[in-house]
């Protein structure tokens, strides 16, 4: 099994609704990312957990929160939400570079879930 | 600072050879890749070199590292159709866990 799966695929929400994203991946990974992608634009790094543990924030506004309830599992808490953050939100995995050394460290995308904010 | 840089457009003609350009920043860097995008889809990964190689191939696919000049390149030949996406190149920095992304450079195959 070599995916990554996130739900929903699309999302659609206002401004003053609370959703979250979630993404799944039974790979055996320890590292997880979340990233967002605008269009036409590369993907950009949000936040990074290890070992179940946030290790990357990228200076995310506080509107995203992150959550990583065990190491298959990686959500998105998303609240009042801005129509800029619209957008492609890619989840991703990896086998953690830093405790098992020798891999090659590549992440596994998620097909992403497309975020409206109306 | 943090920026990998590519070109946007590539237009190349079916059955000819695509060679996609990319520099990085981290003269540290442990490895890089190349992604390749579909409209609509997440990123697939096609390939890989780590930095202490200077040439990868794999089927169709060739990776160039020039690491002096930071400079990385893919390599596609005998381009067809299926090949038409977004190619983005990424470096991974020395502190692990960070992977950054370049611009992408979107191909398209003409006949």
């Known amino acids: 099994d070599t995916e990554v799966t996130q739900t929903p695929k699309h999302l659609v929400m206002g401004m003053t609704n609370k959703k979250s994203l979630k993404c799944e991946q039974h790979?055996?990974?320890?590292?997880m990312y979340w990233y967002k992608q605008k269009a036409k634009k590369p993907p950009e790094l949000m936040f990074v957990?290890?070992?179940?543990?946030?290790?990357i924030n990228e200076s995310v506004p506080s509107r995203f929160s992150p959550e990583c309830p065990n190491s298959s599992l990686l959500n998105l808490h998303l609240h009042a939400l801005q129509p800029e953050d619209s957008a492609l939100y890619l989840c991703?995995?990896?086998?953690?570079?830093?405790?098992?050394?020798?891999?090659?460290?590549?992440?596994?995308f998620g097909e992403g879930s497309r975020l409206t904010v109306l | 600072g943090e920026d990998v840089e590519q070109s946007l457009f590539l237009s190349v003609r079916e059955g000819d050879s695509s060679v996609i350009n990319c520099t990085y920043t981290?003269?540290?860097?442990?490895?890089l890749y190349w992604y390749k995008q579909e409209p609509g889809a997440g990123l697939q990964l096609l390939t890989y070199?780590?930095?202490?190689?200077d040439m990868k191939q794999d089927q169709r696919l060739t990776v160039l590292l020039n690491k002096k000049d930071k400079h990385l390149s893919l390599r596609i030949a005998d381009t067809q159709t299926g090949d038409s996406a977004i190619y983005f190149c990424?470096?991974?920095?020395?502190?692990?866990?960070?992977?950054?992304f370049g611009s992408g450079t979107r191909l398209s195959i003409r006949p």
């Open positions: 991703a995995s990896s086998q953690d570079r830093e405790r098992t050394g020798g891999n090659t460290g590549e992440l596994f």
């Open positions: 790979m055996g990974h320890r590292a």
């Open positions: 957990y290890s070992y179940e543990k946030l290790s």
């Open positions: 981290d003269s540290s860097s442990t490895y």
């Open positions: 070199i780590f930095s202490n190689m």
């Open positions: 990424a470096e991974r920095y020395s502190s692990a866990s960070k992977i950054i």
